[in-house]
């Protein structure tokens, strides 16, 4: 096409209007009066999801004009019309259509015929669109839009956009579905949608499925972005054998940037309305969220009367030295997740802990004050009460020559509601003088330390089993250490492609024999806070064999053992296999007199990667001086681009159990024979968006099922679908108190249903029912890289 018939009168026109910044083109030469202005006009200013600060109107004033047609018709100071393939680009907007019409004094542009409209934040096809070019209020008419940053779009009879971020659409529909989907959408009268709000103001509304109305709202706001704003969410409703038809309405309360907070108001067809809440802050000292849950009265256990819940949960960090933890939970009773679905806990909860630190840590020193107390959620059970506990500790690195010298040191308080257990206050004191020696192949830390422990016990002194204990008494017991280890790597490679290491490692401890019958499980049969500590291959090069210090156990013993781990070219490890035992000097390391052994049991630990798609980790302990396999663990798992399938197996001996955890009641009510259990686990992606999934565990000595699950997902652009089965065994309703192994096993099925609606911010949508399983899905591979 000539230049003058396009170019030079489009330009001409234009200059005669706006000035100079008015620019033409038709695409084969150009005229730049800017040298910062290229032909063809480029649209990535326009097509972009960020947002620019909102500019001065002297800057505005100053943005050009840029504008391609085929033709103008143009009349002094009042209006051009520009005719064919017309393309205008003014800041944040840009216009494709059949024709526009600029009307210079009022500096607004009506377009018409097909027009295409962009801003920063919306797409839209339209029959007409009105906008002013300085403050870009615009007004479509009969509009398809798509939203630039969010998965919206829709039709309107009619848009306006107000300045940058506002739009309001009249007779309009919604949906975050991509084109030619029609799974859902909301019709309204008119639709506000905010950007800078994220959110969107839904007058009148009804929503459709596949085109079929469902249910009418006459107002509704959902969020279409992460911002926070007061209002009432979407509903969810649910439908189950323990609570009936159930329909719960949360209202969101944005207090503050730093502060939020969410009321639940939940129907129960059988039980009756719980009110739930849960409040959310964020200041200087910490972040922490309270949850309280009310049910005034429960239809179904009116014999409980009112039932409710409360969890505070609060951690920080204040002016870098101060730390702040809250962990708080309580429940009306304690059959209050059997009863309710809660927030605050779940069914497979024992207990609940109650426990609170403050502490300042500076370079060379920390100091910590706390308590903890726990509610038991059994009948008839009474831990210790930690209240309170102060802690210090010294750390002074290389305080002479090489040498490490650290004080671990604290206050302690105990009480109990048990009469039969005694009350104490307990002074720990614990100096330990190191020597940390390395070089690029080997390491050597000898070890002294000195243990010293005063108690105050207060105890009925006419109680049997705390005839041995005295109301003042102390201890004190040296301990020395030594830990050694050699790391080697092999010049040849393992089966020509793998590089191989070695490291043998050893520990000597040493721990006199200190009568210590006169504290309250100091003979190791637990105490104030003490608990035997599984001993894996791990646990071999510990230096106590019982967490907390009401039992020190006698020890004269070499712990060996060596790892070896194999690498791959890239230096990724693909194999690693660890084994050891202690031997024992004098004794056989455990308080049974009748133990003549002088070695522990073998540990072994093995995790193993072929090519990043099966895995394998395993463990074992046997003990060679009685031929007993005490505890095993394996698990296998396929992994491949659609999902995995994992096979594991826990085993562990009665006679293990017996030895290591101390059981207020008849073990034979929780197992006749050990743990023998073996799982089975899967997910698999079907396509077309659909995905399985199951898991099975299976009680191989008593032959019968713990758990299953089994469940179909679907996952669209716009919605999912969830649907899930699941049994689980449970205790029996006639007497808890019979021994495993002697009723028929009752399982508790659930069934759950999910549809929810993607896009609206976080998932919204109808959940029913409440299918879990306690064991689930683990994935305990621990290699390096």
Known sequence: MPFTSRSLLASFAGCLLYGSPVIADD????????????FPLQTDTV??????????????????????????EASNNSKATYKGNVHIIKGRQEIKADSITLHQQENIAIAEGNVNYSSMDMRSTSDKVTTDLTTEDTTMVNTAYKMSCQPIRGQASRVLKTGQEIYQLEDASFTTCPAGDKSWRFKASEIELDQSDEWATFYNARFEVLDVPIFYLPYITVPVGDKRKTGVLIPSASLDSKNGFELSVPIYWNIAPNYDATTTINYMERRGTQLEAQFRYL????????????????????????????????????????????????????????????????????????????????????????????????DDSYPYRLMPQIEFN?????????????????????????????????????????????????????????????????????????????????????EVRINGAIYLDSTHKFLGEYLQTLEPKIQYLYVPEVDQSEIYGGRGEGGYDSSKLQLDYYGLFRDRQYSGVDYIAAANQFSIGATSRFYDDAYKERMNISFGQILYMNGSGTTNEDDTSNSSAWAI????????????????QYDSNVSELQVANSTLEYRHTKGYIQANYRYVS???????????????????????????????????????????????????????????????????????????????????????????????????????????????GITSGSATNALGYGRPFYLNN
């Open 27 to 38: 695409g084969s030469k150009s005229i730049s009066p800017e040298s910062s202005i290229i």
């Open 47 to 72: 097509n972009s999801c960020e947002v620019p600060d909102k500019a001065s109107k002297e800057e505005e004033d100053q943005q050009p004009v840029l504008i391609q047609a085929d033709s103008v």
């Open 283 to 378: 200041e200087s000292f910490g972040q922490g969220t309270v949850d309280v849950e009310y049910l005034n009265e429960d239809a179904k256990f009116t014999e409980k009367g009112a039932r409710w819940g409360v969890s505070w949960d609060h951690s920080g960090i204040y002016q870098q030295h101060w730390k702040f933890d809250v962990e708080y939970s309580q429940v009306s009773d304690i059959d209050y997740f059997q009863d309710l679905n809660s927030s605050i806990g779940t069914r497979d909860e024992g207990q609940l802990q109650q426990s609170g630190e403050v502490s300042y840590r500076d370079q060379d020193w920390d100091m910590t004050m706390r308590v903890r107390d726990f509610q038991v959620l059994v």
């Open 394 to 478: 010294y750390y002074a690195p290389q305080f002479y020559n090489e040498f490490d010298f650290n004080l671990h040191s604290h206050i302690s308080k105990f009480s109990t509601d048990d009469p039969t257990k005694p009350s104490a206050t307990r002074v720990h004191l614990e100096p330990k003088l190191s020597l940390p020696l390395s070089s690029a192949w080997w390491s050597l830390t000898p070890e002294a330390s000195l243990l010293y422990t005063y108690y105050s016990q207060d105890f009925d002194r006419t109680e049997a089993s705390l005839s041995g204990l005295k109301e003042e008494t102390s201890r004190t017991i040296p």
């Open 605 to 620: 630990e093995s995790d193993f990667n072929f090519n990043d798609y099966l895995f394998y980790h395993g463990g074992v």
């Open 654 to 764: 009665k006679n293990y159990i017996e030895s290591n955890v101390n059981f207020e009641d008849d073990l034979g009510l929780i197992t006749q024979h050990g743990i023998y259990q073996a799982g089975l686990l899967s997910e698999y992606n079907i396509g077309g968006n659909w995905a399985l999934k199951g898991q099975y565990f299976h009680d191989t000595k008593e032959d019968q099922m713990i758990e299953a699950l089994v469940g179909v997902t679907y996952l669209s652009d716009c919605w999912s679908f969830g649907l899930t089965y699941s049994d689980q065994l449970i205790a029996p309703n006639n007497d808890p108190a019979l021994a495993i192994g002697s009723y028929e096993p009752e399982y508790e099925s659930n069934i759950m249903l999910s549809i929810a609606i993607r896009g609206l911010g976080t998932n919204t």
